[in-house]
């Protein structure tokens, strides 16, 4: 998937955006990715809630 439409569509993603306060950018959607920047330090924190809109989600590795 491109970083622009994982940015745009991947809930897992957007809700560490969310958290970590920076805009889903695809350049931030390469980061995550690769298990870099901001958001991605968010990543553990979503999914020990594993809440997302309301509904559980299973996490799954993503940019396979």
Known sequence: MR???FAKENKLFL???RLANVPPTPRQA????N????AYGRKGEVIRKKLIDG???IPVKEGL
């Open 15 to 17: 809700e560490c955006c």
């Open 30 to 33: 390469s980061k995550y990715k």
């Open 35 to 38: 298990g870099k920047g901001l």
């Open 3 to 5: 970083n622009i439409k």
């Open 55 to 57: 509904k559980f989600v």
